[in-house]
């Protein structure tokens, strides 16, 4: 038992960062852990950061001290992942296909931080330790730890060991995913699963693949299985809210069909889309596709959660 132990506490994975005292990923106060990869593209994403799986250089120039500084054009980064361009000294500019090879390592010689790594390799006991720091918030909120991304699943022995180690310390556990993954994933993270918060963003497969880049059947198949296959897990469906992309009542309907007929589905959440995320595309050197769209307005959301509300009898 005790080699069993030891071995779970090396599994590795990639993390992007672990945040605590959440308190919307689940129930009671929660530290969420942040994995990277991502099966879908949805264009309206706001954590352009966790798709790759590896970790990955950032670069945000109004850190960058441009001439003054210019260590990045010189050994060991990659020759012509940085340069000036012609006539302006004041800020580096980035060959984004060439720094790709820049290691965190490498990033930590920039100076004034201009230069940063989004994600780095841990294992389940480094992990916990964060975690357990949290311990007595969890035991007065009945909160725990959440697993997020990226898509959880994508890192499934990672996954399943952080969960099941958390389980062996006490600790209530949830996952935040969109289950575009194959079921044989699934099956290695879901039994150690107390709360599995899912997405549903688009029921019609066409529209979910012009919006995410893939087709739903495999996602809605999953969490159907998942439902019949867990009957224990507490799951809550959930939709980023997006006007133009699925604010409508046909959208949330056809959600609520969905998940109806199983009672350990026992909720259904909106997150109303936003735009907080922006300044991470620049850093990355990626291009934002939905920059016309808006927050949806109280009112929508409103009637919306009214139809939820009568759905799960909460109406009176």
Same mark, same amino acid.
């Given at each position: 038992?005790?080699?069993?132990?030891?071995?779970?506490?090396?599994?590795?994975?990639?993390?992007?960062? $672990?945040?605590?005292?959440?308190?919307?990923?689940?129930?009671?106060?929660?530290?969420?852990?942040?994995?990277?990869?991502?099966?879908?593209?949805?264009?309206?994403?706001?954590?352009?950061?966790?798709?790759?799986?590896?970790?990955?250089?950032?670069?945000?120039?109004?850190?960058?001290?441009?001439? =003054?500084?210019?260590?990045?054009? =010189?050994?060991?980064?990659?020759?012509?992942?940085?340069?000036?361009?012609?006539?302006?000294?004041?800020?580096?500019?980035?060959?984004?296909?060439?720094?790709?090879?820049?290691?965190?390592?490498?990033?930590?010689?920039?100076?004034?931080?201009?230069?940063?790594?989004?994600? =780095?390799?841990?294992?389940?006991?480094?992990?916990?330790?964060?975690?357990?720091?949290?311990?007595?918030?969890?035991?007065?909120?009945?909160?725990?730890?959440?697993?997020?991304?990226?898509?959880?699943?994508?890192?499934?022995?990672?996954?399943?060991?952080?969960?099941?180690?958390?389980?062996?310390?006490?600790?209530?556990?949830?996952?935040?995913?969109?289950?575009?993954?194959?079921?044989?994933?699934?099956?290695?993270?879901?039994?150690?699963?107390?709360?599995?918060?899912?997405?549903?963003?688009?029921?019609?497969?066409?529209?979910?693949?012009?919006?995410?880049?893939?087709?739903?059947?495999?996602?809605?198949?999953?969490?159907?299985?998942?439902?019949?296959?867990?009957?224990?897990?507490?799951? $809550?469906?959930?939709?980023?809210?997006?006007?133009?992309?699925?604010?409508?009542?046909?959208?949330?309907?056809?959600?609520?069909?969905?998940? =109806?007929?199983?009672?350990?589905? $026992?909720?259904?959440?909106?997150?109303?889309?936003?735009?907080?995320?922006?300044?991470?595309?620049?850093?990355?050197?990626?291009?934002?596709?939905?920059?016309?769209?808006?927050?949806?307005?109280?009112?929508?959301?409103?009637?919306?959660?009214?139809?939820?509300?009568?759905?799960?009898?909460?109406?009176?």
């Amino acid at each position: 038992m005790k080699t069993q132990t030891t071995n779970i506490l090396e599994v590795t994975g990639t993390v992007l960062n $672990i945040q605590r005292y959440c308190s919307h990923d689940g129930p009671g106060t929660r530290t969420n852990v942040f994995i990277k990869g991502c099966s879908l593209r949805c264009k309206w994403c706001g954590n352009p950061e966790s798709i790759r799986l590896k970790p990955e250089v950032s670069y945000d120039p109004q850190k960058c001290d441009g001439k =003054k500084c210019s260590i990045c054009l =010189k050994a060991p980064f990659p020759e012509g992942g940085f340069y000036f361009a012609e006539g302006d000294d004041s800020k580096v500019k980035v060959n984004w296909q060439l720094a790709s090879r820049v290691s965190s390592e490498i990033a930590s010689l920039c100076p004034t931080g201009a230069l940063e790594m989004f994600g =780095k390799t841990m294992n389940v006991g480094e992990v916990l330790d964060e975690v357990e720091k949290d311990s007595s918030i969890y035991r007065n909120t009945g909160g725990g730890m959440t697993i997020s991304g990226g898509e959880v699943m994508l890192q499934p022995d990672f996954a399943a060991a952080l969960l099941e180690e958390a389980h062996n310390r006490g600790i209530n556990t949830a996952v935040e995913t969109a289950c575009n993954a194959p079921w044989s994933f699934l099956e290695k993270v879901l039994p150690h699963v107390d709360t599995m918060l899912h997405d549903l963003k688009l029921m019609n497969s066409e529209r979910h693949k012009k919006w995410t880049g893939v087709g739903n059947e495999r996602i809605l198949a999953n969490f159907k299985k998942a439902y019949e296959t867990f009957p224990d897990i507490d799951f $809550i469906a959930r939709t980023p809210l997006i006007p133009g992309v699925n604010a409508d009542e046909e959208h949330i309907r056809a959600v609520l069909e969905f998940i =109806k007929p199983h009672k350990n589905v $026992i909720d259904y959440e909106l997150l109303p889309y936003h735009r907080f995320g922006l300044g991470k595309y620049e850093s990355l050197g990626v291009v934002y596709e939905l920059d016309d769209y808006k927050t949806p307005s109280d009112e929508v959301v409103k009637r919306f959660q009214v139809m939820i509300d009568e759905a799960f009898g909460r109406n009176k």
